[in-house]
T-cell receptor, first 113, second 110 residues
Framework: DVKVTQSSRYLVKRTGEKVFLECVQD?????MFWYRQDPGLGLRLIYF???????EKGDIPEGYSVSREKKERFSLILESASTNQTSMYLC???FGRGPYEQYFGPGTRLTVT | DQQVKQNSPSLSVQEGRISILNCDYT??????FLWYKKYPAEGPTFLIS?????DKNEDGRFTVFLNKSAKHLSLHIVPSQPGDSAVYFC?????????FGKGTRLHILP
């Protein structure tokens, strides 16, 4: 079974802090994704990556950056957390460049106060 | 502008009956469609998918229908079971991106 793990289930940070969300997958998937889920807005893509050291902006990249130094690990960075970044963050991975389904982690509920 | 629309935020269905979840899209370049199911405090899990060159795909109790001319797809669950109560997301693929709808919460009533 594919396993996607996220470093924290719940996180509380203060406005202005730098926040790191880590995601690790164990199935040697090429593709990794970061989404945020907000009530009434569904899942919105923040960033994705198709290979080590590669990254592409999604629909809402502002205020975020990412890092992919190893194939299995994809990090989401909030350079200076703000209250409007309070959300559920979901990491996903998938195989290859085809229309393969994504496997999601359990999510990190981030609260910025 | 939303490219993938799930116009029903919620749906209640009696256990044993058919659940039909609907999804509309606007982008004719989508070439693949997927349905995901999400329980509270968990990540979404993949359910079923369909290529744009097909009009039906079936997997056990789950069937997805695609009507390209209407830019509409639907997920049928027969028979509905209590464990089907969850949020269902419709998603569509274009090039390297997958775009999700806002989700429909399905309640299965005893």
């Amino acid at each position: 079974d594919v396993k996607v793990t996220q470093s924290s289930r719940y996180l509380v940070k203060r406005t202005g802090e730098k926040v790191f969300l880590e995601c690790v997958q164990d199935m040697d998937h090429e593709n990794m994704f970061w989404y945020r889920q907000d009530p009434g807005l569904g899942l919105r893509l923040i960033y994705f990556s198709y290979d080590v050291k590669m990254k592409e902006k999604g629909d809402i990249p502002e205020g975020y950056s990412v890092s992919r130094e190893k194939k299995e690990r994809f990090s989401l960075i909030l350079e200076s957390a703000s209250t409007n970044q309070t959300s559920m963050y979901l990491c996903a991975s998938s195989f290859g460049r085809g229309p393969y389904e994504q496997y999601f982690g359990p999510g990190t509920r981030l609260t910025v106060t | 502008d939303q490219q993938v629309k799930q116009n029903s935020p919620s749906l209640s269905v009696q256990e044993g009956r058919i659940s039909i979840l609907n999804c509309d899209y606007t982008n004719s370049m989508f070439d693949y469609f997927l349905w995901y199911k999400k329980y509270p405090a968990e990540g979404p899990t993949f359910l079923i998918s369909i290529s744009s060159i097909k009009d039906k795909n079936e997997d056990g109790r789950f069937t997805v229908f695609l009507n390209k001319s209407a830019k509409h797809l639907s997920l049928h669950i027969v028979p509905s079971q209590p464990g089907d109560s969850a949020v269902y997301f419709c998603a569509a693929r274009e090039d390297d991106k997958i775009i999700f709808g806002k989700g429909t919460r399905l309640h299965i009533l005893p």
